[in-house]
C-alpha cells in the first residue's frame, strides 16, 4: 500500500529540482503543481483506501516519481514532452477523484486546522502564478479566478481566527474545519482545471460555473453552518490581540491578515450594493457609509501599519473585523435587523481612525461644489421643469410644484450672494445653507427623473420646505450687506472679439535670430539647442515662434513636436512624434511596446535632416528615455528643447550652452502689455501711469503681463486702479507672483467662465485639447445655456474665445476656417485648475492604483477623473451613487484591449451625465445596462459590431461618440430615432456607423442633430431617406461603398441639395467607376471634402457661391490638367490638393482666386505647375 506521505515528499523533491532551473522547467512544474495539491488533499486517506478505489491511481503516480527521480539521479532526463504526456495523463482520474473525496474523507474523521490549511496554502500557491497560463487568462476567467483568491484567503485566516489559543474552544470547530475542508477542496479542484492544457472552450466555460458555484457556497451557507460562523465570530471579537505581532509584512502578519479581512468584506458589500439587494433604503444607507468606513480603514492599514500595534487599537480592530462579519453574513441570510449592528461599526471605526490618523470621519451629508452655483441650480430646474411636463398633478401645491418654487426662490438669493459671501460671516452662513438646500434638492429630483422615489421623500422634502423658511427670515438682510459693499464692486465689460494674439513676443528678437542661426548652420551632426528659463518666461512662446519660422520651415525636411512635461509617458511621446513623422497611424501602433515604437520612429527619420521640438523636459532621464530614437545621419539635424533646468541635456549632445531667458525690462514689460490690449485708444495720461505701474508689479514675467492684460480687457477704465492695488498688495517674485496674478484673474472672471476654464484641469498637463470635444464636454456637463440669437456650440465657441482673449487659454491649432481647433494652458494655469478644483470640490482627479484605494468619502463627487489601468479602476470598487461625471484616462496603456467585465459603471454611477470610458474594453458587446443611464447627455464608449437597444431609453443625450474597434462599422438599432435630444453623433477609428434603416416611415424626425460623422452605406437611396430624418444638420461626413453595378441604381445621382443647412460636407466612395457619379450639392456649404473619389466634375463644385475650404484627397481628381476659369471660387480661402494625378494648373490670365488665403499641396506624383 502507497504512503501519501512519501508521494508527498517525492513530488516536493522533484520540484525542489526543477525550481533550480524555472525558465527550462516550466513545462513539467505546471502540471507537477496541481498534483502536489491533489495529493495534501488526499492525506487524510493515507492507509484508509482500498487498492479498488483511489489506491491504483496512487500507486501509478508513485511509480511515476520513482522513475522521474532515477532520472534526475543518473542524470539520464527524456524529453519534457514526454513527462509532460505521462502527468497529463492522471488529470482525467484525478478529475472523477475530486468529485467524492470530500464524502471520503468525511468518513476518515474530521482534520485538524494544518491539514486544511495545508490544503488552503497549497491552492493559493498556484493561484498567484497562475497567470503564466494564456489559455486560462483568455478573459472570461481572470475576474472570478481574483475573487476565488479572495474567498479562500477568507477561509484560511477564518481558521487562524477561529484557532486563536486561550479562548474558550467551540464545540461546533471539528465540524466546521470539516466544511472549510470540502471548499478547499473544491478550490483546488478548480486550480487543476485552471491548469489544464485542454483548450475546449466549454471546458473553461464549466470552470468558471464552478468558481461561480463555489463562490456563492462560501457565502451563502446553510443555516447550520451560519450558527457556526456567527459564534466563531463573537467569541473571537476580542482576541485579535492574541494573534502574533513579530513583524510586519510576513506571511502570517496580523496587519496582513487583518487587511485581507476588510478586503474580503468590502468586495462582499460592493456586490449586495451594486446588485442593489438592501432590504431597505436605510440599510443601504448604512452600509454605503460602512463600505466608505472600511474603506477608509483598509487605506489606513496599508500606509500607517504600525500604528496598529497598540493593544487598545488591535482590541477595536477585531471588534470590527468579527462584526462586520456577522454582518456580512447576516445579510445572505436575509436577516434585515441589520442597522444597530451597522451604526456600532461605523462608531467603532471612527474611533479607530480618530486614533490612528489623528482625525474623526466627516459626518457632514455634504461636501458642496462651489463654482458656477447659478448654473448648477439652472440645469436643475431645466431636470425639474422635465419631470414636471410628464405628470398630471404638478400645479404649484403639488411636490414638484413646490419644489419648483423653491428651486427658484434659492437662484434668485445664491444670485444676490455671489461675490458678497466671502465679505460676511453671515452672509458665508447663509450661502453654505441655501447651497446645501439646493444638492439635497437635487437628490429629490434625481429620485423623481429615476422613478425610483424613496421611502423617505417626503420627510426628507419637508426637512428641505423648513430650510426653506430660514433662508426666508436670514434673506431679508441681504440688501443692507450689499449696499455696504458696492463700494468694492469691480465694474466689468464683456470681452468683444479682439485682434490680439496669443503668442506675442516682445524683446527677444536677438535671441529668436541666435537660435534659428544655432538650428540652420553649424556642425553636421545631431546638436540639442536648449532654452531655459522660470515658469512663464516664454519659453514655449519663444521655440514656437521660431520652430514655424519660414527659414527653419525650408531648412528641414521633417519637423515634429510633443509635451514631455513632468510625469513622462514615452509612449505618448513616441505616439505624437511619429503622428507627425508618418501620418495617421493605425490601431496598431497602439499596441506596439516602447522599444518597437522608438525603433519605428528612428527608422522614419533616418538619412532625413530633422528638427523634433521636445517642450517642457523636467529632467535628464526623461531625454535619455527618448534620445536613442534620434540618429545621427550628419544630417545637419536638430532638437530643439525647452526646460526648467540647465542640465537636462547631456553636454555632448549640446551645441552651445542652453540659452537662458531673462525677465523683461520695464519698457519690454509695457510694450508687451499695450500690444495685449489692443486697441489702445483715449489713453490719457492718468491712465497710462496707472498701465505703467501694472507692467512694473509683473516683474517682467510675460505670462503674468498677459493674465493681467486679460484682467485689464474686460474691466472699466476707471476700476483699473483697484486692479493695480490688488497686484501691489501681493507682490513677491518668480512662478508665486503668476500663481497669485492667475487668482486675482480667476477672481474676475464670470461665474459661467470658471466652471468651464477649470474643467480644463481635467486633461493631463500639456494636452492639446480638441476644441470640439471641449465644447461637446461643457454641453454634457450643463456648463451652456441656450440663447434665443445662438446655438448651444455658438455660445460655448463665445466662452472659449472669451477665455483665449483674456490670456487663460492658449489657442494649439487653428481649422482651415480659421477657427480654433484645438487649445490647451499653460502648466501654472493647468496646477492652478486642479488645486482650485480640489478646493471648490468642483472634480476630484484620481491617478494610479495608490490614488483609488486611499481616496476617503467619494460617495458624495460630483466630478470624477480617472487616470489610471482599467484593472486598478476596477479593482478599486469604488462607490460613488450620486456621481454626475465621469472621465476615464488610461494614457499608459491606451485603449487596452484586455477584456473585463466592466458592467458595474452603469449599476454603480445611475445619475451621470457625463461619462467617457473610451478607452475602457468593455467586455462581450455593448453594455444592455447603459439604459440604466437615463440621465446621461455625454457618452464616449467603445463599440464592436452593433449597438444594444438600450439606448433608446437615453432620452436626454445629446453627444454620442462610438470607438469602433473589432469590426469595419458599428450598427445602431431602431431605438436609435428615439434620441430626440441627440446634437452630435461622431465615429472615431473604422469606416463608421450603420444606422437603422426599417420603418424609416414611422421613425421620429431627429430635430436636433447638427453634426453626424461617419454614417457608412451601400445604397444611396436609402441613405437619402436616412438623412432626411435630419433636417437641421450642419456638419455631414459620409462613406460610400459602390460597385459599378450600383451606379445604375441610384449611385449616378448624389443629390445633396435637401439638405439646406449643411455647411460642411465630407464624402468618401469606394468606388473605380465614381467619374460616372453627378453630385448636386447644397448651394449653403462651406468647406467640403472629396476622398477616394475619381471624379472629373469639378466645375460643379467650383459653381458653389459660399465655398470657403476645399479639400480634394486620395486621387478625388482624374484629369492632368486642371483649368480654373473667372469666376469659379468666389469665396474660397483654402484649398488643399494631397494624393492627386494633376500635373498642370492653369489659372486665366484675368482671374485669381481673390478670396484665397493658404494653399496646401501635398503627396504628388510629379509636382503641379
Known amino acids: 500500500m502507497v504512503s501519501l506521505n512519501s508521494v508527498l515528499t517525492s513530488i516536493h523533491s522533484v520540484l525542489d529540482y526543477l525550481e533550480k532551473k524555472p525558465s527550462s522547467n516550466l513545462w513539467l512544474i505546471r502540471p507537477l503543481r496541481p498534483l502536489k495539491t491533489f495529493i495534501i488533499c488526499a492525506r487524510r486517506l493515507d492507509n484508509r483506501y482500498t487498492d479498488g478505489n483511489p489506491g491504483s491511481l496512487f500507486v501509478r503516480i508513485e511509480d511515476f516519481l520513482c522513475r522521474f527521480q532515477n532520472d534526475i539521479q543518473?542524470?539520464?532526463?527524456?524529453?519534457?514532452?514526454?513527462?509532460?504526456?505521462?502527468?497529463?495523463?492522471?488529470?482525467?482520474?484525478?478529475?472523477?477523484w475530486y468529485v467524492t473525496l470530500s464524502d471520503c474523507l468525511w468518513q476518515s474523521g474530521s482534520p485538524v486546522a494544518n491539514e486544511v490549511m495545508d490544503i488552503i496554502d497549497s491552492v493559493l500557491a498556484h493561484l498567484a502564478v497562475v497567470y503564466g497560463f494564456p489559455r486560462c487568462f483568455s478573459g472570461f476567467l481572470e475576474e472570478p479566478v481574483e475573487a476565488l483568491k479572495g474567498s479562500v484567503r477568507f477561509l484560511r485566516n477564518f481558521?487562524?481566527?477561529?484557532?486563536?489559543?486561550?479562548?474558550?474552544?467551540?464545540?461546533?470547530?471539528?465540524?466546521?474545519?470539516t466544511h472549510i475542508e470540502a471548499q478547499a477542496i473544491d478550490?483546488?479542484?478548480?486550480?487543476?482545471?485552471?491548469?489544464?492544457?485542454?483548450?475546449?472552450?466549454?471546458?473553461?466555460?464549466?470552470?468558471?460555473?464552478?468558481?461561480?458555484?463555489?463562490?456563492?457556497?462560501?457565502?451563502?451557507?446553510?443555516?447550520?453552518?451560519?450558527?457556526?460562523?456567527?459564534?466563531?465570530?463573537?467569541?473571537?471579537?476580542?482576541?485579535?490581540?492574541?494573534?502574533?505581532?513579530?513583524?510586519?509584512?510576513?506571511?502570517?502578519?496580523?496587519?496582513?491578515?487583518?487587511?485581507?479581512?476588510?478586503?474580503?468584506?468590502?468586495?462582499?458589500?460592493?456586490?449586495?450594493?451594486?446588485?442593489?439587494?438592501?432590504?431597505?433604503?436605510?440599510?443601504?444607507?448604512?452600509?454605503?457609509?460602512?463600505?466608505?468606513?472600511?474603506?477608509?480603514?483598509?487605506?489606513?492599514?496599508?500606509?500607517?501599519?504600525?500604528?496598529?500595534?497598540?493593544t487598545t487599537i488591535r482590541d477595536l480592530v477585531g471588534v470590527v473585523i468579527c462584526d462586520t462579519g456577522i454582518l456580512i453574513f447576516s445579510l445572505y441570510q436575509n436577516d434585515v435587523e441589520t442597522d444597530l449592528l451597522v451604526l456600532d461599526l461605523l462608531k467603532n471605526i471612527q474611533v479607530i481612525l480618530a486614533e490612528v490618523e489623528e482625525q474623526v470621519l466627516q459626518t457632514s451629508e455634504f461636501s458642496f461644489p462651489?463654482?458656477?452655483?447659478?448654473?448648477?441650480?439652472?440645469?436643475?430646474?431645466?431636470?425639474?421643469?422635465?419631470?414636471?411636463?410628464?405628470?398630471?398633478?404638478?400645479?404649484?401645491?403639488?411636490?414638484?410644484?413646490?419644489?419648483?418654487?423653491?428651486?427658484?426662490?434659492?437662484?434668485?438669493?445664491?444670485?444676490?450672494?455671489?461675490?458678497?459671501?466671502?465679505?460676511?460671516?453671515e452672509l458665508q452662513a447663509l450661502y453654505n445653507l441655501a447651497l446645501g438646500v439646493a444638492y439635497k434638492m437635487e437628490f429629490l429630483i434625481d429620485q423623481l427623473v429615476l422613478g425610483n422615489v424613496k421611502d423617505s421623500f417626503t420627510a426628507s422634502f419637508e426637512s428641505v420646505s423648513e430650510d426653506i423658511k430660514i433662508i426666508e427670515t436670514d434673506a431679508a438682510n441681504i440688501s443692507s450687506f450689499s449696499n455696504q459693499s458696492i463700494q468694492h464692486q469691480r465694474i466689468t465689460l464683456p470681452l468683444e472679439n479682439s485682434t490680439a494674439t496669443t503668442d506675442e513676443v516682445v524683446g527677444f528678437e536677438t535671441e529668436i535670430t541666435t537660435i534659428i542661426d544655432r538650428l540652420t548652420r553649424g556642425s553636421k551632426k545631431l546638436q540639442v539647442v536648449a532654452i531655459v528659463g522660470m515658469p512663464g518666461s516664454g519659453k514655449t512662446t519663444l521655440a514656437s515662434k521660431v520652430f514655424n519660422n519660414v527659414s527653419v520651415t525650408y531648412h528641414f525636411n521633417v519637423r515634429a513636436w510633443c509635451s514631455v512635461s513632468q510625469i513622462l509617458n514615452v509612449k505618448k511621446v513616441l505616439l505624437d512624434l511619429l503622428t507627425q513623422t508618418l501620418g495617421n497611424l493605425s490601431d496598431g501602433y497602439l499596441q506596439k511596446a516602447e522599444p518597437d515604437l522608438a525603433q519605428e520612429l528612428w527608422r522614419s527619420l533616418k538619412r532625413r535632416r530633422y528638427l523634433i521640438f521636445l517642450?517642457?523636459?523636467?529632467?535628464?532621464?526623461?531625454?535619455?528615455?527618448?534620445?536613442?530614437?534620434?540618429?545621427?545621419?550628419?544630417?545637419?539635424?536638430?532638437?530643439?528643447?525647452?526646460?526648467?533646468?540647465?542640465?537636462?541635456?547631456?553636454?555632448?549632445?549640446?551645441?552651445?550652452?542652453?540659452?537662458?531667458?531673462?525677465?523683461?525690462?520695464?519698457?519690454?514689460?509695457?510694450?508687451?502689455?499695450?500690444?495685449?490690449?489692443?486697441?489702445?485708444?483715449?489713453?490719457?495720461?492718468?491712465?497710462?501711469?496707472?498701465?505703467?505701474?501694472?507692467?512694473?508689479?509683473?516683474?517682467?514675467?510675460?505670462?503674468?503681463?498677459?493674465?493681467?492684460?486679460?484682467?485689464?480687457?474686460?474691466?472699466?477704465?476707471?476700476?483699473?486702479?483697484?486692479?493695480?492695488?490688488?497686484?501691489?498688495?501681493?507682490?513677491?517674485?518668480?512662478?508665486?507672483?503668476?500663481?497669485?496674478?492667475?487668482?486675482?484673474?480667476?477672481?474676475?472672471?464670470?461665474?459661467?467662465?470658471?466652471?468651464?476654464?477649470?474643467?480644463?484641469?481635467?486633461?493631463?498637463?500639456?494636452?492639446?485639447?480638441?476644441?470640439?470635444?471641449?465644447?461637446?464636454?461643457?454641453?454634457?456637463?450643463?456648463?451652456?445655456?441656450?440663447?434665443?440669437s445662438k446655438s448651444l456650440e455658438e455660445v460655448a465657441t463665445d466662452y472659449l474665445n472669451n477665455l483665449i482673449g483674456r490670456s487663460l487659454v492658449m489657442e494649439a491649432k487653428k481649422s482651415s476656417r480659421g477657427d480654433v481647433k484645438a487649445c490647451r494652458i499653460h502648466?501654472?494655469?493647468?496646477?492652478?485648475?486642479?488645486?482650485?478644483?480640489?478646493?471648490?470640490?468642483?472634480?476630484?482627479?484620481?491617478?494610479?492604483?495608490?490614488?483609488?484605494?486611499?481616496?476617503?468619502?467619494?460617495?458624495?463627487?460630483?466630478?470624477?477623473?480617472?487616470?489610471?489601468?482599467?484593472e486598478q479602476f476596477k479593482e478599486s470598487k469604488l462607490f460613488c451613487p450620486r456621481l454626475r461625471s465621469l472621465v476615464f484616462y488610461d494614457h499608459l496603456n491606451p485603449r487596452c484591449y484586455g477584456i473585463l467585465d466592466m458592467s458595474f459603471i452603469f449599476r454603480i454611477f445611475k445619475l451621470l451625465k457625463v461619462l467617457d470610458i473610451e478607452d475602457v474594453k468593455i467586455s462581450f458587446g455593448f453594455?444592455?445596462?447603459?439604459?440604466?443611464?437615463?440621465?446621461?447627455?455625454?457618452?464616449?464608449?467603445?463599440?464592436?459590431?452593433?449597438?444594444?437597444?438600450?439606448?433608446?431609453?437615453?432620452?436626454?443625450?445629446?453627444?454620442?461618440?462610438?470607438?469602433?474597434v473589432g469590426a469595419d462599422c458599428v450598427s445602431l438599432p431602431e431605438t436609435f430615432w428615439n434620441l430626440q435630444k441627440l446634437r452630435h453623433l461622431y465615429t472615431t477609428n473604422g469606416d463608421g456607423i450603420e444606422l437603422p434603416v426599417n420603418n424609416l416611415d414611422s421613425s421620429s424626425d431627429l430635430l436636433e442633430l447638427v453634426s453626424l460623422s461617419t454614417i457608412s452605406s451601400k445604397d444611396w437611396s436609402t441613405m437619402k431617406k436616412v438623412l432626411q430624418k435630419f433636417p437641421n444638420i450642419r456638419r455631414l461626413r459620409c462613406a460610400h461603398d459602390a460597385y459599378e453595378g450600383d451606379l445604375n441604381t441610384g449611385w449616378n445621382r448624389m443629390t445633396y441639395s435637401f439638405m439646406s443647412r449643411l455647411e460642411s460636407l465630407?464624402?468618401?466612395?469606394?468606388?473605380?467607376?465614381?467619374?460616372?457619379?453627378?453630385?448636386?450639392?447644397?448651394?449653403?456649404?462651406?468647406?467640403?471634402?472629396?476622398?477616394?473619389?475619381?471624379?472629373?466634375?469639378?466645375?460643379?463644385?467650383?459653381?458653389?457661391?459660399?465655398?470657403?475650404v476645399l479639400k480634394l484627397i486620395d486621387d478625388s481628381f482624374i484629369e492632368e490638367t486642371w483649368n480654373v476659369e473667372e469666376g469659379q471660387f468666389p469665396k474660397l480661402r483654402f484649398l488643399e490638393l494631397q494624393y492627386l494625378d494633376i500635373v498642370k494648373w492653369i489659372v486665366s490670365d484675368d482671374y485669381e482666386f481673390p478670396c484665397l488665403q493658404k494653399l496646401v499641396l501635398s503627396e504628388f506624383g510629379r509636382d503641379p505647375y
Open 370 to 425: 462651489r463654482t458656477n452655483v447659478l448654473g448648477f441650480l439652472d440645469s436643475l430646474l431645466d431636470d425639474l421643469l422635465e419631470v414636471k411636463s410628464r405628470k398630471v398633478d404638478s400645479d404649484t401645491e403639488s411636490p414638484i410644484g413646490r419644489m419648483e418654487q423653491h428651486l427658484l426662490f434659492l437662484r434668485s438669493v445664491l444670485e444676490k450672494l455671489v461675490g458678497l459671501q466671502n465679505q460676511h460671516e
Open 159 to 177: 481558521i487562524r481566527l477561529a484557532t486563536i489559543p486561550g479562548t474558550d474552544e467551540l464545540q461546533e470547530l471539528p465540524a466546521f474545519l
Open 615 to 788: 517642450d517642457d523636459v523636467w529632467e535628464t532621464q526623461a531625454f535619455d528615455c527618448i534620445k536613442e530614437s534620434f540618429p545621427d545621419d550628419l544630417t545637419e539635424s536638430r532638437i530643439l528643447l525647452t526646460s526648467r533646468q540647465r542640465d537636462v541635456v547631456p553636454i555632448t549632445l549640446r551645441d552651445e550652452n542652453p540659452l537662458s531667458l531673462r525677465l523683461l525690462s520695464g519698457n519690454e514689460s509695457l510694450e508687451l502689455l499695450r500690444r495685449k490690449l489692443l486697441p489702445w485708444k483715449d489713453c490719457t495720461a492718468s491712465l497710462y501711469e496707472i498701465v505703467s505701474e501694472i507692467a512694473k508689479c509683473c516683474k517682467g514675467l510675460p505670462l503674468t503681463i498677459v493674465i493681467v492684460a486679460g484682467i485689464l480687457s474686460t474691466t472699466k477704465q476707471e476700476a483699473w486702479n483697484e486692479v493695480l492695488e490688488s497686484l501691489r498688495s501681493g507682490i513677491i517674485s518668480g512662478s508665486e507672483q503668476c500663481n497669485n496674478v492667475i487668482e486675482l484673474s480667476y477672481r474676475y472672471l464670470p461665474y459661467h467662465l470658471k466652471s468651464c476654464l477649470l474643467f480644463l484641469g481635467i486633461f493631463p498637463e500639456d494636452h492639446e485639447v480638441s476644441v470640439k470635444r471641449l465644447i461637446w464636454y461643457w454641453i454634457g456637463e450643463g456648463f451652456i445655456q441656450k440663447t434665443k
Open 187 to 310: 478550490a483546488a479542484h478548480v486550480t487543476m482545471r485552471l491548469f489544464s492544457d485542454i483548450s475546449d472552450d466549454s471546458y473553461h466555460e464549466r470552470t468558471k460555473l464552478m468558481i461561480s458555484a463555489l463562490l456563492h457556497k462560501i457565502t451563502h451557507v446553510d443555516s447550520h453552518v451560519y450558527v457556526t460562523y456567527t459564534r466563531v465570530l463573537a467569541s473571537k471579537r476580542h482576541s485579535i490581540r492574541e494573534l502574533h505581532f513579530p513583524t510586519l509584512n510576513t506571511p502570517g502578519d496580523p496587519i496582513i491578515i487583518i487587511e485581507e479581512f476588510v478586503v474580503y468584506f468590502l468586495s462582499n458589500l460592493w456586490d449586495i450594493l451594486q446588485l442593489d439587494t438592501c432590504p431597505s433604503d436605510s440599510a443601504k444607507e448604512h452600509l454605503q457609509a460602512l463600505y466608505e468606513g472600511l474603506r477608509f480603514l483598509r487605506s489606513t492599514l496599508k500606509e500607517n501599519p504600525n500604528k496598529f500595534l497598540e
Open 927 to 964: 453594455p444592455s445596462e447603459i439604459g440604466l443611464l437615463v440621465q446621461l447627455r455625454f457618452l464616449a464608449i467603445q463599440a464592436s459590431g452593433s449597438v444594444s437597444a438600450s439606448i433608446g431609453n437615453l432620452s436626454n443625450l445629446e453627444i454620442f461618440i462610438v470607438h469602433v
Open 1066 to 1108: 465630407r464624402v468618401s466612395i469606394w468606388c473605380d467607376s465614381a467619374n460616372y457619379v453627378d453630385f448636386v450639392f447644397p448651394e449653403n456649404l462651406k468647406k467640403l471634402t472629396l476622398e477616394l473619389l475619381p471624379w472629373e466634375k469639378i466645375a460643379t463644385v467650383a459653381q458653389l457661391p459660399h465655398l470657403q
Open 827 to 870: 502648466d501654472l494655469l493647468h496646477d492652478f485648475c486642479r488645486r482650485k478644483a480640489k478646493e471648490e470640490v468642483f472634480f476630484q482627479l484620481l491617478k494610479g492604483e495608490n490614488e483609488l484605494l486611499s481616496l476617503h468619502r467619494p460617495g458624495n463627487l460630483q466630478r470624477l477623473c480617472i487616470n489610471s489601468s482599467q
Open 74 to 96: 543518473s542524470c539520464s532526463l527524456k524529453n519534457t514532452k514526454e513527462y509532460v504526456v505521462e502527468i497529463r495523463s492522471f488529470e482525467a482520474e484525478i478529475e472523477k
